[in-house]
């Protein structure tokens, strides 16, 4: 199991989510960073950094 929190990778928001597999989870972070943070393409500091907040 995978999680992610958007506070863990520096952002002032409370998602979080679950997946089974990298793919499943990597999903929900970019439809949440699409709709709740308006970014169509993540920066790749940002995106270094959501890689650092999987657990």
């Known amino acids: 199991m ?7 990778s520096g952002m002032n ?3 979080e989510a ?4 990298d793919n499943e989870l990597a999903r929900k972070i970019i439809d949440h960073m699409e ?3 308006n970014m ?4 790749p500091e940002h995106l270094m950094k959501v890689k650092n ?3």
Do not use: E
């Open 13 to 15: 928001c409370s998602f």
């Open 18 to 21: 679950i997946g089974n597999t």
């Open 40 to 43: 169509q393409v993540i920066p």
């Open 35 to 37: 709709s709740a943070h």
């Open 53 to 55: 907040a999987i657990k």
């Open 2 to 8: 995978r999680t992610f929190t958007c506070k863990q």
